[in-house]
């Protein structure tokens, strides 16, 4: 039996955790959920974005779904605390094509490796005089663990090549360090092709050539922002999944928002979450499973007939669930 740590959060979070846990209960696996607070509401309830309990229900779990939280205005992110609290290092983020959709391209198939613990995600601002400051935190130790992550997930994947991002060229410690990191991981990898690129040219590149990337190492700022607009070459977020890996837990969640623009309407596309349960099962080990929900996804989306409006369809978050379940069946 798997403990699995279920963490809705609110606005469509708490749609899109809703249909993943309706799939996994029609699943021949045995899964035990704890269920703990986080986001918004959280905080209208007890006064923080985190509680102490939640981190500790993660943190005895064998992995943690996350829906989505809102921000709450002078609080810290409970997404980015809970990835620090568990160490979740490197933050997996896949972008592919599929049938059935407006892609820039059908042949896109990379990821995005974002490091997770520090940059401008440190979260320490403050004031001084008559300007605000926020501290860029980059150390050597995370840059080679990110770098070996990327270079790892690229041997997983059975790829060749490995893309560096970075603005050394402007930010010359901080980057320079990143940059440097990632060179010298790259020496135990002699059988993987390197490259680097500064940031604004690959978000230049991630339109004009998407096909040619396959790994695609970056620092936490950089790597939300190009997996962002990497989700909009396929789709949109109702079809990016990620996940936050570290050496001891696992943490899952869609790369989309909240919404609360389209909250209570059971119009969310639950893609993105069940496909970061898709990640949550391979993490676990049962890759048989989470080939045939993959599988069963890509029919659905294919199909074109039972789509969220985001995908310009009319159908329901359950709607689609269901569908999914149905190719299962």
Request: proline share 4%; with cysteine.
């Amino acid at each position: 039996m798997y403990n699995i740590a279920i963490i809705s959060g609110d606005g469509i979070g708490q749609e899109v955790m809703s249909a993943c846990e309706f799939l996994l209960d029609k699943l021949d696996i045995n899964f035990s959920f704890k269920y703990g607070e986080a986001g918004f509401d959280c905080f209208n309830k007890n006064g923080t974005t985190l509680p102490e309990e939640t981190i500790k229900i993660a943190n005895r779990s064998d992995a943690v779904l996350f829906g989505a939280s809102t921000s709450t205005p002078g609080e810290p992110s409970p997404i980015i605390n809970l990835r620090k609290a568990l160490n979740v290092y490197a933050n997996i983020r896949p972008i592919k094509s599929y049938k059935g959709v407006n892609c820039l391209r059908d042949d896109i198939d990379f990821v995005i490796v974002r490091e997770n613990t520090e940059g401008l995600y440190s979260q320490i601002e403050y004031s001084e005089d008559n300007k605000m400051i926020a501290e860029r935190h980059i150390t050597k130790k995370a840059s080679k663990r990110i770098s070996k992550a990327a270079f790892n997930l690229c041997i997983k994947r059975e790829e060749n090549k490995v893309t560096c991002v970075h603005k050394s060229n402007v930010l010359k410690k901080t980057d320079g360090i990143f940059k440097e990191s990632f060179y010298e991981t790259a020496k135990k990898y002699p059988q993987i092709k390197t490259e680097d690129y500064y940031v604004d040219a690959m978000a230049m590149y991630l339109i004009t050539q998407p096909q040619n990337f396959d790994v695609i190492v970056a620092s936490n700022l950089f790597g939300d922002i190009l997996s962002d607009e990497s989700a909009g070459l396929v789709g949109g977020l109702g079809l990016a999944p990620s996940g936050n890996i570290g050496d001891h837990n696992g943490l899952f969640e869609p790369v989309h928002g909240s919404a609360p623009d389209i909250a209570g309407k059971n119009i969310s596309n639950p893609c993105s979450m069940i496909l970061s349960a898709v990640m949550m099962l391979d993490y676990l080990g049962e890759w048989e499973t989470s080939n045939n929900i993959k599988s069963a996804v890509e029919k659905v989306i294919a199909d074109c007939k039972i789509r969220t409006p985001d995908l310009g369809g009319n159908s329901s978050t359950m709607d689609v669930t269901k569908a999914i379940v149905q190719e299962l069946i």
